[in-house]
């Protein structure tokens, strides 16, 4: 199988092991892996904020470098829900407009074929152990756009379940949002800190030495948090965790 990472703007920005680690798990696992140089950013921080026009250039251009791809893998269920979610939607209002249905027809090639990576993992190559060690306690914490927008459910349990030496143990309110929320956190500072210190008190209460979630944006707001209330923990991605084994593993 031949699929395309992408890998978003804040992984490539700031947190490109993760992706690195994306294309070590996929590659043990019989996936060839290209990184498409042309992408750039998926619309959503501007769908998001209210410029859905100018989303529009972003979401035409997505579809034209992921098009060819058998699949279209992302460690992030924030941009995956973007393409499943919102670029339908997008299609659908331009169509409202008196737009015609261009967009909707542009767009929809990519969208069945975006997935996160935990639900390719699961769902398409059929795996849950992927041959991982890493002898740490985990936490899970599901962030919103996964659970809700994707519907990941239990996917991502079941691969750090599977995970040879990881103990896994189970997040009090853990379908709280974290407060993060992209903008959100900008706009209403204190109401997004107050509910990051919830949730890594909650974190922090299990005694895991890593809180572990799908989607690296939640986990900078998360461990911004948790430096600050010098808990200890360390905030690491599931890929990160999933890439690790006995031969090399994860730091």
Not at 207 to 221: E, F, K, P, T, Y
Request: charged share 20%.
């Amino acid at each position: 199988m031949r699929v395309a990472l992408f890998l978003t703007c804040v992984n490539d920005t700031l947190y490109p092991d993760t992706g690195r680690a994306v294309v070590k798990l996929l590659t043990r696992l019989g996936v060839d892996v290209d990184f498409p140089m042309a992408q750039t950013c998926c619309g959503q921080a501007h769908y998001n904020t209210g410029y859905r026009h100018e989303a529009e250039p972003l979401a035409r251009h997505f579809s034209d470098v992921f098009r060819e791809y058998e699949a279209i893998v992302t460690p992030s269920g924030s941009c995956g829900a973007m393409v499943r979610e919102l670029y339908p939607r997008m299609g659908e209002r331009a169509r409202a407009e008196g737009r015609g249905d261009t967009l909707a027809a542009t767009l929809a090639p990519v969208v069945p074929k975006t997935y996160e990576l935990t639900e390719f993992l699961v769902d398409v190559l059929g795996v849950t152990d992927v041959g991982a060690w890493y002898p740490h306690t985990v936490t899970y914490h599901p962030t919103c756009h996964g659970l809700r927008g994707l519907g990941l459910g239990d996917r991502p349990r079941r691969l750090l379940k599977a995970v040879k030496g990881l103990e896994l143990v189970e997040l009090p309110g853990a379908d709280e949002c974290c407060g993060f929320g992209g903008t959100f956190a900008l706009k209403n500072p204190d109401v997004s800190a107050a509910m990051g210190a919830d949730k890594v008190r909650n974190a922090e209460s299990t005694g895991a030495q890593v809180l572990c979630a799908a989607d690296n944006s939640c986990l900078m707001h998360i461990g911004g948090t948790m430096a600050r209330l010098r808990t200890g923990m360390r905030p690491v991605h599931i890929a990160e965790i999933l890439a690790s084994t006995e031969e090399e593993p994860a730091v």
